[in-house]
């Protein structure tokens, strides 16, 4: 049986030439240890000649964490975070391979196709059989805090501040009455809900009363 490890590794050395690691750059090295990982499960340039299909990518997140410079040398992970009979959801994460820093995140879902009909189609059985044993190598490897980030421009008006904190501030009250009314018996409780009413209803009659 493959050792998938928890996760696979991968090394890239000469990440750029022109000092500058452009970002399209990290898409590149993502995709070849991608291939790498997933060559593991069957799904590699062999399994295209034979089965006449491979597997798309429908959408991928990138979240750019440090720059790398020409010359670094990387370590990459892949992780498989689900799968299922036509797809499968991964995480990848760039590191400087000597000083250990987080470069970069990139998570993606793919899906199955067929090249005769260019649909979707269900993975073969040994192939989900992979999938099956390299999801349960990494079920336990801790999952980046960048998956599932919506990307976005978060602002908030001042009304919406002061009702948020209006809405905290009027918890810690009820919070706060709670624990002095818990106590009480429903005979007590009953009359301060009477005396409550009753004195309203004299606050209101004057009221009247003065227009």
Known sequence: MTDFGAPFIGSIKQVDYNGHFNMAYYGVLFDRTGDEAFDLVGLGADYVKRHNASFFTLEAHFTYVRELAAGDSVRVTVQLLDYDAKRFHY??????????????????????????????????????????????????????????HRIGIVSYSLWEILGTIAVVLAAVVVAELWEIIRPLSAVTLAALVCLFFLARRRWLSNSRSKT
């Open 91 to 148: 995480v990848q994460e760039m590191f400087h391979a000597q000083e250990g820093w987080l470069s970069c995140v990139m998570e993606a879902i793919c899906m199955h196709v067929d090249f005769a009909t260019k649909k979707s189609s269900p993975f073969p059985d040994e192939v989900r059989a992979r999938l099956a044993v390299m999801r349960a190598a990494h079920k336990d490897v801790p999952v980046p805090p960048q998956v599932g």
